[in-house]
C-alpha cells in the first residue's frame, strides 16, 4: 500500500476503533453577484460573429463583472476570432454554435462549440497571407493577460475551444 502522505497508517488518527474527531467544514462562502454560467446558441453564419460579441459584451455589463477595458476587450477580441473560426472552416458539420460565459471570483471564461470534429492548431501563418492567424491570436491575447486557453473534444465528437482569463478590477481614476 502506498503512503500517499497520509503517515504510516492508512487510517485516521485517534485509535483503531475510535471515529475521528469532527472537523468543521467552514460552509463556502456566497457567490458574488456576478458569478455564473451562461451559454446561447447562434447559427454558423457570418452574422453571427458581431451578435455573439455584443451579447457577451452585454451579458458582463449587465452582471456587472468587475473588469478593466483591457480585459474585455481581450474577451471580447476571442470571442470574435473563436466564431469567425467556427463560421469559415467548420459550418459544413456544424451549422449552430454555442457560447459560453463563465464567470467566477477571481476569472472568466468564454468558449465556443462546434459540432466539426477536427482539432485545430495554432499555426504560424506565412507573412504574405491575410488569413490564418486567429488562433495565434486568441493565443497571445490569453497569455498577456495571464490566463489559459485550450481546445478539448466534446461528447459528441465536436470540439470546444475556450480561454480563461483572470478578472482584473477596472482602476478608478
Given at each position: 500500500m502506498e503512503n500517499h502522505g497520509r503517515g504510516s497508517?492508512?487510517?485516521?488518527?485517534?485509535?483503531?476503533?475510535?471515529?475521528?474527531?469532527?472537523?468543521?467544514?467552514?460552509?463556502?462562502?456566497?457567490?458574488?453577484?456576478?458569478?455564473?454560467?451562461?451559454?446561447?446558441?447562434?447559427?454558423?453564419?457570418?452574422?453571427?460573429?458581431?451578435?455573439?460579441?455584443?451579447?457577451?459584451?452585454?451579458?458582463?455589463?449587465?452582471?456587472?463583472?468587475p473588469l478593466s477595458d483591457e480585459v474585455l476587450q481581450g474577451l471580447l477580441l476571442i470571442v470574435s476570432e473563436l466564431v469567425t473560426n467556427v463560421v469559415r472552416h467548420a459550418v459544413l458539420l456544424s451549422p449552430t454554435l454555442a457560447v459560453e460565459v463563465a464567470v467566477g471570483a477571481e476569472w472568466v471564461r468564454v468558449s465556443v462549440e462546434d459540432n466539426h470534429p477536427y482539432r485545430p492548431t495554432a499555426l504560424v501563418a506565412d507573412h504574405d497571407e491575410t488569413g490564418g492567424r486567429g488562433l495565434l491570436l486568441v493565443r497571445e491575447v490569453t497569455r498577456e493577460a495571464g490566463g489559459v486557453c485550450d481546445v478539448e473534444h466534446t461528447a459528441s465528437g465536436g470540439k470546444v475551444i475556450w480561454a480563461a482569463l483572470p478578472l482584473k478590477p477596472a482602476r478608478v481614476p
Open positions: 497508517d492508512p487510517r485516521p488518527e485517534g485509535g483503531r476503533d475510535d471515529p475521528p474527531d469532527p472537523v468543521p467544514v467552514p460552509a463556502p462562502p456566497d457567490p458574488l453577484p456576478y458569478e455564473g454560467v451562461w451559454r446561447f446558441t447562434a447559427s454558423a453564419v457570418d452574422a453571427s460573429v458581431p451578435q455573439a460579441r455584443h451579447a457577451v459584451r452585454d451579458l458582463l455589463f449587465r452582471q456587472g463583472v
